[in-house]
Nanobody, 115 residues
């Protein structure tokens, strides 16, 4: 069974940067497209960015130009580099399979953008 463990969140000031990591157990990781999702308080979970097994990326309009998704198949890890953070980026961030998040959700990592 694939497990996902997110890390790298924290408290950062507006304009700051964070790099999130998601480590996946299981050798099937490399064949899946992966996505970073986030859920803010009182809101539905939304897709932030996705990356195919071959490295093609796509982003939500709200983060385009500020966030970069990447993956290292040898390490079964997907990353999210977040620059120019805004208060509205505050949320719990999760990774999962894209487009259908069929793996059990991990615990996520909290990102708080505040001065």
């Amino acid at each position: 069974q694939v497990q996902l463990v997110e890390s790298g969140g924290g408290l950062v000031q507006p304009g700051g940067s964070l790099r999130l990591s998601c480590a996946a157990s299981g050798s099937i990781f490399r064949i899946y497209a992966m996505g970073w999702y986030r859920q803010a308080p009182g809101k539905q979970r939304e897709l932030v960015a996705s990356i195919t097994s071959g490295g093609l990326t796509n982003y939500a309009d709200s983060v385009k130009g500020r966030f970069t998704i990447s993956r290292d198949n040898a390490k079964s890890t997907v990353y999210l580099q977040m620059n120019g953070l805004k208060p509205e980026d505050t949320a719990v961030y999760y990774c999962n399979v894209f487009p259908s998040p069929v793996v059990s959700w991990g615990q996520g990592t909290q990102v708080t953008v505040s001065s």
